[in-house]
């Protein structure tokens, strides 16, 4: 996480970099949508989505906002792999009220034997006054990778925008209280009750056809933050193709403290495919 991390703190520099040029500055006003899209900027699609408190970045001031990812791998030879995923999101803004959705699926086979297949299903409604949210959260997940047969996530929280401009560059923290109750595919059969708090790093640069976004998430156990802690982060790059059409580089990462026999603690994902929006 080192390298991530160094990696972000160049991020950051080189937003604050743009400032003076920005034709607003972080002690001015925001704007009434923090995740506002104008007509010259493009916020990159989801291509990947983290395990709790996905935020849509595709929601424009007024109105629906959809977006929607692909990515698939197809090999025959000496080894058979098919491979797919996709991701959704929604966004319906009324007033300071903001009502995102999302939705994830992956798939894949290997030599005919199921390997990967994980469902996420995700609303973090807000309430918007000026640089502050107050958040609701509700999560529904499932992972083969992970032996999870479900996990139920409920919770809430605030977070605060630390940079915005008028380029739709932003920096924004948000931390959460969240009811965990996981059920494990294991012998004997495992189920978790968890509290947990979770800080939330949000940054997105764009310039020109190229925007960059990263969701960073650190989640401990309020019993046991040293020995039961989850790490989550989603990258996207996004380059765009067309005015609704963008080609998606995106990498997503998650580490579990506590994880059933035969799964690893770590997973990570690199993705390449397209990303369509629609909405105002």
């Known amino acids: 996480m080192t390298g991530h991390a160094a990696g972000l703190l160049l991020l950051v520099l080189l937003l604050a970099s743009q400032a003076a040029r920005a034709q607003t500055d972080s002690t001015a006003t925001a704007p009434a949508d923090s995740s506002a899209v104008s007509a010259g900027t493009f916020a990159p699609p989801p291509a990947g989505l983290p395990s709790a408190e996905f935020e849509t970045y595709n929601v424009d001031g007024t109105g629906v906002r959809y977006t929607a990812a692909l990515t698939g791998l197809y090999t025959t030879g000496t080894v058979e792999r098919v491979y797919f995923s996709t991701s959704h ?4 803004v009324v007033g300071h009220w903001q009502f995102p959705a999302a939705l994830s699926y992956s798939y894949g086979r290997q030599d005919g034997a199921l390997r990967e297949r994980e469902l996420l299903l995700l609303t973090t409604p807000d309430y918007r006054v000026g640089r ?7 999560e529904f997940e499932t992972s083969n990778l992970r032996a999870i047969a479900q996990r139920v996530v409920t919770g809430g929280g605030a977070g605060y925008q630390l ?3 008028t380029l739709h560059n932003e920096l924004a923290v948000s931390t959460f209280l969240l009811n965990e109750r996981t059920d494990y595919n294991s012998e004997p059969a495992l189920l978790r009750h968890v509290v947990r708090s979770s800080t939330r790093l949000k940054l997105r640069l764009n310039r020109g056809v190229a925007s960059f976004s990263e969701l960073l998430f650190y989640q401990p156990s309020l019993r046991d933050p040293g020995g039961d802690y989850r790490l989550n982060s989603a990258t996207v790059l996004a380059i765009k193709l067309y005015q609704h059409l963008a080609l998606n580089l995106a990498y997503t990462y ?4 506590v994880v059933v026999q035969n799964r690893s603690p770590a997973n990570g994902t690199l993705s390449v495919g397209f990303a369509y929006s629609t909405g105002k």
């Open 89 to 92: 999101t929604g966004g319906l």
């Open 132 to 138: 502050w949210k107050l958040y609701a959260l509700g």
């Open 163 to 165: 940079y915005a401009d």
């Open 254 to 257: 998650s580490y579990e403290s």
